[in-house]
């Protein structure tokens, strides 16, 4: 099969991660991937930041801002006019982004099967968060994009019911959750020998990864591990960096407990297995309603007793007391009881992080398996067609 694959991702972030995920699984299933994307997007470093957009972003008035991006979808079309012409694709793949038409254009002018695949509901998630100035355009805009595609692929079930209640047809709604690369996660060092690698044996590892801000809790696994009597030996590893490195950091000297506090910053993707692999107990602390969370399926993979919120989108992919421990996100010390449980129980460990890695496994949770259930949905609008 010949497709073509768009997105407006710049940034080289998880993001990115999925997309270079899934078209490396597709080409190594034989097909054809042809990228149309913005030029930036190939040649970032992992880590970094949308570059030049992020600056007119943060300084440009909103509404000229997202007039801007809207206009990008002129361009946008163009060049996927342009490798059509070229490429003859059979299909249009198109992960979703708020003022960005463009997709659903080409798909409707050149008569092509089209598959969203949509990560979040950007227009409730940048209203929450950076606000809007064009909240009207901006809804039109992600109602026309969900209503038009052949089908729209969310990664959680509780965004396929944000999704349909845009009035999208239930039918048209297929979850695709985020997956892993077996390969990349499968040469991982075993525990003991990935904490001495580190200098960590003898400690018991809680560990993070990603980019830590401060509704992620972590505040209160510092202020756990310092009332801990020595011989805990409790230590708190983040994998990742973030706005609020420097306050945990402090907080950690201000309590005596620096030593056992450790971020490494910002790590290349083929090194976080590595450090992954010296978790005793993994932390998804908090996440927001509607994600699938790429850590999670990475500490799945690992084989790695996971503490995780007993929430609607968590519990999609974990059960408690199989595959993880789960808490009350709405209770202030949910988060540390939950630790406190797998610190003190050997056993429950060693079962949840055994159960976690046949998750993966059991519910097919693998970039190969996305890009065979997206193929599959092609070859049945093509059929259709």
Partial sequence: MKILYHHRTRSKDG??????EMINALRAQGHEVIIVAPPSAETEEFGADAGPV????RYLPKWFYEIMELGYSLVAYRRLARAVRQHQPDVLYERYNLFLPAGVWLARKFKLPMLLEINAPILEERTRYDGLALTRLARWS???AWRNADMVLPVTRVLGDIVASYGVDPAR?????NGINGERFGAAPDV???????GLQNYLVLGFTGFVRDWHGLDK??????????QARRHLLVVGDGPVRATLEQQARELGIAE????????????VARYVA????ALQPAVVAYASPLKLFEYLALGKAIVGPAQPNIEEILKEDYNAVLFDPDSSDGLARAIARLSADPALRATVAANARATIGEQKLTWHENALRVTGLFEQLVRRA
């Fill in 260 to 271: 056992r506090v450790h971020f490494t910053g910002i790590v290349g993707r083929d090194d």
């Fill in 173 to 177: 709604i297929v979850v695709i959750p």
């Fill in 15 to 20: 993001q990115y991660v999925h997309i270079e």
């Fill in 192 to 198: 003991d020998k990935a904490k001495q690698a580190l």
């Fill in 221 to 230: 696994v510092v202020a756990m591990i310092a009332q801990d009597p020595p």
């Fill in 142 to 144: 992600q109602a026309y």
């Fill in 54 to 57: 992020a600056l007119l972003k």
């Fill in 278 to 281: 010296a978790f005793d107990i």
